[in-house]
């Protein structure tokens, strides 16, 4: 297919565009200074002479924390550029993809979040992704929504980049140990959205790696084999401007069936990504 793929210069972006290419499709990738989501126009314009079958957005206003300050261009970004396209394709009847966030759920399940669980964010990051979600559904039968979580990979800074440089000038390092998810690696991420996507079978999925564990023991396989100690803490011990969920497993029952294969545990994705950044590095 032709594609048109959002974001493609941030972490997630610089890792799906070569693997669509891998997957035989005809990808134009478009950053920020390509294409202004916000700028409805701009937004017609550009797809228009695109002339993409499919459309992946992966470009976000995701800046957690900062989005408790300046809601206005959370909702601009996530919520109305979300909609700009969405009209775009429901003009020139073309599908959807919408990269989403377990950050739309209030983390108080005691049991993985399936795809049709109700939606209560807490923050404002995840209300605005949520609001993308509802312009997405509003205005296209044809749409696939990913969500997914604790997202890390070479281009961009990421829970393990920060672990394997603190772990590099200290000796002991404390880490959150009372909120749990999956971790999820831009490769595994984008391997199943090229699957996806093959399928037409249109809805929500939850795409992380596989089996869940906490901010703290994920940090300590980061730093497996390293002398560091990692010390488990609670939130309460680290404030933020914007609240985490405490529990945002996603179920991917729905995913498996219909990518037709289990997802790698995140250990194993984990491992891999390790071991491609050690062969990156200059000698």
Not at 31 to 45: F, K, P
Request: with cysteine; aromatic share 8%.
């Amino acid at each position: 297919m032709r594609v048109l793929v959002t974001g493609s210069a941030g972490m997630l972006g610089r890792v799906l565009v070569p693997c669509l290419q891998q997957h035989g499709h005809v990808v134009n990738g478009v950053d920020r200074a390509e294409l202004d989501i916000t700028n409805y126009r701009d937004v017609i314009e550009t797809v228009g002479d695109l002339g993409p079958e499919l459309i992946i957005h992966g470009a976000a206003y995701t800046q957690v924390d900062l989005a408790e300050s300046e809601p206005e261009q959370a909702y601009k970004v996530n919520a109305y550029g979300t909609e700009n396209l969405a009209v775009a394709c429901q003009k020139l009847d073309i599908p959807m993809l919408y990269i989403s966030t377990d950050y739309v759920f209030d983390g108080l399940s005691d049991r993985p979040y399936q795809p049709w669980d109700q939606q209560n964010p807490s923050s404002v990051y995840g209300k605005s992704k949520l609001a993308g979600e509802k312009a997405l559904q509003s205005l296209l039968s044809k749409c696939y929504i990913t969500r997914t979580s604790w997202l890390y990979g070479p281009h961009g800074k990421n829970f393990v980049e920060t672990m394997l440089q603190l772990g590099a000038d200290r000796k002991q390092l404390n880490v959150v140990a009372d909120q749990h998810g999956s971790p999820t690696s831009t490769a595994t991420l984008s391997q199943i959205i090229c699957e996806l996507i093959e399928t037409e079978r249109w809805g929500i999925y939850h795409a992380t790696d596989g089996g869940a564990t906490t901010w703290c023991d994920f940090a300590r396989e980061i730093l497996a084999g390293q002398d560091v100690e990692v010390l488990p803490c609670e939130t309460k011990d680290f404030p933020r401007p914007a609240p985490r969920p405490k529990y945002s497993v996603l179920d991917k029952t729905s995913l498996i069936d219909t990518i037709g294969r289990d997802v790698v545990p995140w250990q194993e994705a984990l491992s891999s990504y390790l071991k491609l950044r050690t062969q990156l590095q200059p000698a």
